[in-house]
C-alpha cells in the first residue's frame, strides 16, 4: 500500500495566519490526491481534490499544489472555523490511504 | 439534497459478526462508487474498503481481507458491509463515504454521521 507522510502532526497558529501543510507520498500518485478536513465528532469534508481543485462550497482560503509525491495544502488566512485536523488521501491505487493527519489549534 | 445514512453498528464480542448498512438518497446510486472509512478512538482515518458503482470491482485494506465483505443493492440505494471474526482492534466509528466516480479512484465528496462498532467481551 502507499504510505501517505503529513507534515507537520500539529500546528500552532493564530486567526489570520497563512498556514501550509506538507504531504507525501511513499511513491509517484501523479495528481490523485485529496484533502480534508474533521472537526470532533463530525465526519470528514472534502476540501481539495485531484491536489488542486477546490470542491464546491469551500471558501477560496483554501488551496493545493504539488505532484507526484510531494503535496500542499495552503489556507490563506485562517479562520476561527479552520481550527480542525487535517487529512490528505491518495486515490491512485486501491485501497485509498490517508495521512495520520495534522492537528491546528490555537 | 444528498444524504448518507449508516445503521447496524452495536457492541459485539470478540469473534463476532455485524452487518452495517448505508442509505443513500438524493443521487443515482449506481453512478457512484462507495467506501467504507473507519476511526478508531483518538486516531485516525483508515478506507478498509471500496466498491465500484455497479458493484463489479472492490478493494480491501490487508488489516479486513478475508473477514469483511462489501457489497450493494442499487434496487434499494443500499451501501452494505458484512463484518465476521471481529476483533478488539475493528473498534471504531464507520463512515459511508460516496465517491465522485463510478469507478473507485475518486476522493469522497458526501460523508454519513457515521455508525459506532465496539469489539469487546
Known amino acids: 500500500d502507499i504510505q501517505m507522510t503529513q507534515s507537520p502532526s500539529t500546528l500552532s497558529a493564530s486567526v489570520g495566519d497563512r498556514v501550509t501543510i506538507t504531504c507525501r507520498a511513499s511513491?509517484?500518485?501523479?495528481?490523485?490526491l485529496a484533502w480534508y478536513h474533521q472537526k470532533p465528532g463530525k465526519a470528514p469534508k472534502l476540501l481539495i481534490y485531484k491536489a488542486s481543485s477546490l470542491q464546491s462550497g469551500v471558501p477560496s482560503r483554501f488551496s493545493g499544489g504539488g505532484s507526484g509525491t510531494e503535496f500542499t495544502l495552503t489556507i490563506s488566512s485562517l479562520q476561527p472555523d479552520d481550527f480542525a485536523t487535517y487529512y490528505c488521501?491518495?486515490?491512485?491505487?486501491?485501497?485509498?490511504?490517508f495521512g495520520q493527519g495534522t492537528k491546528v489549534d490555537i | 439534497e444528498v444524504q448518507v445514512l449508516e445503521s447496524g453498528g452495536g457492541l459485539v464480542q470478540p469473534g463476532g459478526s455485524l452487518r452495517l448498512s448505508c442509505a443513500v438518497s438524493g443521487l443515482t446510486f449506481r453512478s457512484y462508487a462507495m467506501s467504507w472509512v473507519r476511526q478508531a478512538p483518538g486516531k485516525g482515518l483508515e478506507c478498509v474498503s471500496g466498491i465500484s458503482g455497479s458493484g463489479g470491482s472492490s478493494y480491501y485494506a490487508d488489516s479486513v481481507k478475508g473477514r469483511f465483505t462489501i457489497s450493494r443493492d442499487n434496487s434499494k440505494n443500499t451501501l452494505y458491509l458484512q463484518m465476521n471474526s471481529l476483533r478488539a482492534e475493528d473498534t471504531a466509528v464507520y463512515y459511508c463515504a460516496k465517491t465522485t466516480t463510478v469507478t473507485m479512484s475518486g476522493a469522497s465528496d458526501i460523508w454519513g454521521q457515521g455508525t459506532m462498532v465496539t469489539v469487546s467481551s
Open positions: 511513491e509517484s500518485i501523479d495528481d490523485w
Open positions: 488521501q491518495q486515490y491512485n491505487n486501491y485501497p485509498t490511504t
